[in-house]
């Protein structure tokens, strides 16, 4: 499986951005779909999951924040992420777990500005 992830910028506190995930085939096989952030200096952390279903998963951190989504029909999941603050500044990764193997998209830098 191949990811494609789009949708990063710099945008001030408060603001909004939307990243999405295009996967390089059916969505089918693809347990979960999800994302992952790495902010500067700092290590990797899950930020969301959803799963073939429908049931999505989300940080503490982003809770009633961000909203993940995903289109089966378009093999994309999908991030919205509002009222963002400084600390959610970081390199975002797409992430597919299929077949025992959890793929990862290249990252997409979101820079939020105090």
């Known amino acids: 499986v191949q990811l494609q992830a789009s949708g990063g910028g710099l945008v001030q506190a408060g603001g909004s951005l939307s990243l999405s995930c295009a996967a390089s085939?059916?969505?089918?096989?693809?347990?979960?779909m999800g994302w992952y952030r790495q902010p500067p200096g700092k290590p990797r952390e899950l930020v969301a999951t959803?799963?073939?279903?429908?049931?999505?998963n989300h940080a503490a951190s982003v809770k009633a924040r961000f909203t993940i989504s995903r289109d089966n029909a378009k093999n994309t999941v999908y991030l919205q992420m509002n009222s963002l603050k400084p600390e959610d500044t970081a390199v975002y990764y797409c992430?597919?777990?299929?077949?025992?193997?959890?793929?990862w998209g290249q990252g997409t830098l979101v820079t939020v500005s105090s």
């Open positions: 992430v597919a777990l299929s077949d025992d193997i959890l793929h």
């Open positions: 085939e059916s969505t089918f096989r693809i347990v979960y």
């Open positions: 959803i799963g073939s279903g429908g049931t999505a």
